[in-house]
Nanobody, 127 residues
Framework: QVQLEESGGGLVQAGGSLRLSCAAS????????MGWFRQAPGKEREFVVA????????HYSDSVKGRFTISRDIAKNTLYLQMNSLRPEDTAVYYC????????????????????WGQGTQVTVSS
């Protein structure tokens, strides 16, 4: 099991940027496919973006495509989410997730695809 801790959330004006980090401990992320999810107040948690274990295969939700970028630094054992052109509707708690897999290019888009979750970081976008 890997432990995940998100950071980098905060309050930003519409049009601004934030970079979220998800630091892993306990195991190296080189064996994991990973993703970001978010949960807005009163709504269910939803998929944002995912990245494969190897090869940098990514899949973005339509709502963030072209504005958000996922990346990972194996040496730092950290996953990132660069968020640009933020909108009030991006306001949510953002969670990183990981699943240990032998698959090199598989990406998971469902919550049930992942075994390990962080506690979340709040992102608030003001209009």
């Amino acid at each position: 099991q890997v432990q995940l801790e998100e950071s980098g959330g905060g309050l930003v004006q519409a049009g601004g940027s934030l970079r979220l980090s998800c630091a892993a401990s306990g195991r190296t992320l080189s064996g994991y496919a990973m993703g970001w999810f978010r949960q807005a107040p009163g709504k269910e948690r939803e998929f944002v973006v995912a990245i494969s274990r190897i090869g940098g295969i990514t899949h973005y939700s339509d709502s963030v495509k072209g504005r958000f970028t996922i990346s990972r630094d194996i040496a730092k054992n950290t996953l990132y989410l660069q968020m640009n052109s933020l909108r009030p509707e991006d306001t949510a708690v953002y969670y990183c997730a990981a699943v240990y897999t032998a698959a090199r290019t598989w990406v998971g888009v469902r919550e049930v695809d992942y075994d390990d979750w962080g506690q979340g970081t709040q992102v608030t976008v003001s209009s």
